[in-house]
T-cell receptor
Framework: AQSVTQLGSHVSVSEGALVLLRCNYS??????LFWYVQYPNQGLQLLLK??????LVKGINGFEAEFKKSETSFHLTKPSAHMSDAAEYFC????????????FGSGTRLSIRP | GAGVSQSPSNKVTEKGKDVELRCDPI?????LYWYRQSLGQGLEFLIY????????KSGLPSDRFSAERTGGSVSTLTIQRTQQEDSAVYLC??????????FGQGTRLTVV
């Protein structure tokens, strides 16, 4: 079985500060990992994905995430927060070896203080 | 169409009634997913279709929930004898094999 745990249901940072959203996964097989973002009153869209090509993955809007197998982590970071980054962020996992369902975490709401 | 389309966008129903939610995936996408998003909760997996394979129904919360996908395209999620706890946003997504999943805008279901 696969699962993801997002630490912190709500994270608040100041504009210009580092953003760090934590995600740990559990998988008995090699995983593919994703971060999705949901802006207020909008649908979910993909930020970035890890598909075993490179452990450091760069996504849209300056976000990046690093796959660390030893720590079973896939934390999302951005060096400098912008007001427009305020949204709900979801980490997700699926099997790398074959088509399978995508399992999402419970989400982290990111707030940006002026 | 250009994206995943879900209908209706909003549905209010009385407790005990049946409802059908529709999803039109992106043309050519082989995988289709249904999720439920409740206030303050994450995305709860419901069911997954992949090509002609048997669907993964492991996330359906009770036998009141069922889904089908006709002709490998349009999918319908049916909830029988709706309960108040079924109130949520139901999201559909589609993808090409193991690629990025594209989400629809969802159907907001309210059971009164």
């Amino acid at each position: 079985a696969q699962s993801v745990t997002q630490l912190g249901s709500h994270v608040s940072v100041s504009e210009g500060a580092l953003v760090l959203l934590r995600c740990n996964y559990s998988s008995s097989v090699p995983p593919y990992l994703f971060w999705y973002v949901q802006y207020p009153n909008q649908g979910l869209q993909l930020l970035l994905k890890y598909t075993s090509a490179a452990t450091l993955v760069k996504g849209i809007n300056g976000f990046e995430a690093e796959f660390k197998k030893s720590e079973t982590s896939f934390h999302l970071t951005k060096p400098s927060a912008h007001m427009s980054d305020a949204a709900e962020y979801f980490c997700a996992v699926t099997r790398a070896s074959s088509a399978s369902k995508i399992i999402f975490g419970s989400g982290t709401r990111l707030s940006i203080r002026p | 169409g250009a994206g995943v389309s879900q209908s209706p966008s909003n549905k209010v129903t009385e407790k005990g009634k049946d409802v059908e939610l529709r999803c039109d995936p992106i043309s050519g996408h082989t995988a289709l997913y249904w999720y439920r998003q409740s206030l303050g909760q994450g995305l709860e997996f419901l069911i997954y279709f992949q090509g002609n394979s048997a669907p993964d129904k492991s996330g359906l919360p009770s036998d009141r929930f069922s889904a089908e996908r006709t002709g490998g395209s349009v999918s319908t999620l049916t909830i029988q004898r709706t309960q108040q706890e079924d109130s949520a946003v139901y999201l559909c997504a589609s993808s090409l094999n193991r690629g990025e999943a594209f989400f629809g805008q969802g159907t907001r279901l309210t059971v009164v």
